[in-house]
Every structure is written in structure tokens, then in C-alpha cells.
């Protein structure tokens, strides 16, 4: 299923060879200047266009960032909807064969470079902030979808809730996982500590009450 950002102002990348060009040429910006140095003037620079010509697919520095985030989420969709095509179909072994997924993709240069300019220029805009919110919300949704196939007797609540404590472990982990870092001797080990933390996650002692917070309240949000 295709993202696609909700703000009323954000204009959605298609398909056609101008459009594409702009937003693959921002992503390489974004990856290599980070959040703080990314620039119209530099995506123009890297697409080998004028600010005219990019500020004609997007207008504002805000509108190129909410089209490379759609970008590169649909990107992490594609691969996720190739991923789960091969996954087993006992529930449980689908949520740990994710979690191996998600586990080699933090190791991953790109992936690093992305999410940690991304963190960055949330702290300090307002619009990347949002942006971030509904991309992580949507990645929760999907992590839910497994959480619930893997402990069918588990309420909406505790699938989400469960869902956000597994996607902060595995992002989290960037912390530890830099190259040359010696907390984890191989990806091997990695996965392990993962998919041991996941399934204490996932048994019913261990699924913490939301307290007054209702199911309803918490879908909304992820909604």
C-alpha cells in the first residue's frame, strides 16, 4: 500500500521523469548533507537543474523533505511487501523473520544516514517533526499487523502498543551498531538479542496495561 503524507500542503510525488529526478536527487543531498544543510539550491546543484526548474515540482524547502520522506518510505514499502511475500505463514516465525529484516537494514550505511538526519532536523522543525510522527506511525501500523498474527488473542491496544516498544528497540540500536562498534560481534548476534527482547515483548505477562488511555484513543492516533 502506497504512503502518502496527509498534510493539505504537501504535494505527493508521482511517477513521470521530471518529478523523479528532483526527489532522487534530494535523497542523495539529504544523505550526504544531512537534514540542516539540505537545500533547493543544493538539489538543483545535484539534479543538474536550475532552482527554477525544481522549485516548479516543489516550491518550498518543506515540500522537497515531505517528498524525499514519501520517497524513500515507499521504497522501505516496496521492499517490505517483497519481504513478506517470502515470510513463512505461522505468526509468530512472520514477526521474528521481520524482525531479522529490520535488523540487517540498521546495519545498512544508507539506512543510518538517513533516519539519523532525519532525527536531527526534527528536533529542530516543526514540519520534519510531523512528517516523522505519521512515517513512524505508518511503520507501527504495519509492525501491529505482525504482533496480532503472531498473539491473535492480544487486543488492538496491546498490538500497537507492543508494535511501538519493538520498532524503539530496533531503531534505538543504531546507537550500538556504527561501524567498527563492538557491541555485537556479528548481525548474527544482533538478531538474536532482538528477537529475544521481542518475544518477551509478546508474552501476555509481559504486555503493559495503557492505564485510562483507551484502545479507541490509541487507534485514533494511528489512524
Known sequence: MRFTIRSPEHKPYDFS???LKVVRAAKLVFLRSGGGQFSIRGVAKQAGMSMGAV???YP?????VAAVLEYVTNDYEAEWERVCRELPFNGEDRLMRAVDYLAADILQQETRQFFFALWALSCHNKFAATLQEEMYAHHSRNIAT???AARPDFSEKSCLETAM????????LMLFTAPGAKHFPSRAALSRMIKR?????ISPAEVADLGA???GELHERFA
Open 213 to 215: 488511555e483507551s484502545s
Open 55 to 57: 522549485q516548479h515540482f
Open 17 to 19: 521523469a521530471g518529478t
Open 146 to 148: 505482525f504482533v496480532g
Open 165 to 172: 516498544q519493538i520498532v524503539v528497540l530496533i531503531d534505538g
Open 60 to 64: 518550498t524547502r518543506d515540500q522537497l
Open 197 to 201: 527482547a521481542v518475544r518477551k515483548l
